[in-house]
């Protein structure tokens, strides 16, 4: 089955760390560029960040960067996210999607079913 | 707060016709295609447009996408009940270098 699965959320405190991780299976997953995508609770969407199938090109939301860090393992079909310097606005559950093609640059075809992550004290 | 514009809400009886509108700028809708997304109550998004006009495979042809200059319309003709759901538009845009959504339009069904 063509799937992705977000795993890693959580309760975290004000400037800690969380690191999600998103499993795909059933698709070449080194052939797809991948992103993250956020939707806090009642919210609209917010992509998060971008990486291309290499590696070599990585995008972020000016919301995020600098604190947070997409990377990608293809051996293992799998895109990690790593939160630092969270914030109380940083919750939301977080998706990770792909993109359908190189030149469709904001279709996302596959999603996964998300994973929350409450940042509060 | 989103880069792209719609509006909040929009509505139908059973069978009508129902049109949403996405407005942006030279940096997004103006120089790339725009994208819809329907997301249903407590579910992840589904892609419902890409390419401004195309649908994917399995996504009935009630649903059709357009795009004129800095904007996009997305209607649903032949509205149903389980059409009842949060519609997104999102577009690259060059500027931010990034993709940037619209705030999103809850669609009812009277």
């Known amino acids: 089955e063509v799937q992705l699965v977000e795993s890693g959320g959580g309760l975290v405190q004000p400037g800690g760390s969380l690191r999600l991780s998103c499993a795909a299976s059933?698709?070449?997953?080194?052939?797809?560029?991948m992103n993250w995508v956020r939707q806090a609770p009642g919210k609209g969407l917010e992509w998060v960040s971008f990486?291309?199938?290499?590696?070599?090109?990585?995008y972020y939301a000016d919301s995020v960067k600098g604190r947070f860090t997409i990377s990608r393992d293809n051996a293992q079909n799998s895109l990690y996210l790593q939160m630092n310097s969270l914030r109380a606005e940083d919750t939301a559950i977080y998706y990770c999607a792909r993109r359908l093609g190189y030149s469709y640059l904001a279709a996302f075809d596959l999603w996964g079913q998300g994973t929350m992550v409450t940042v509060s004290s | 707060q989103y880069v792209l514009t719609q509006p909040p809400s929009a509505s139908g009886t059973p069978g009508q016709r129902v049109t949403i509108s996405c407005s942006g700028s030279s940096s997004n809708i103006g120089t790339n295609t725009v994208n819809w997304y329907q997301q249903l109550p407590g579910t992840a998004p589904k892609l419902l447009i890409y390419s401004s006009d195309q649908r994917p495979s399995g996504v009935p042809d009630r649903f059709s996408g357009s795009k004129s200059g800095t904007s996009a319309s997305l209607a649903i003709s032949g509205l149903q009940s389980e059409d009842e759901a949060d519609y997104y538009c999102?577009?690259?845009?060059?500027?931010?270098?990034?993709?940037?959504f619209g705030g999103g339009t809850k669609v009812a069904v009277l």
């Open positions: 990486m291309t199938s290499s590696g070599r090109n990585i």
């Open positions: 059933g698709f070449t997953f080194s052939s797809y560029e």
């Open positions: 999102a577009a690259w845009d060059g500027s931010l270098n990034g993709v940037v």
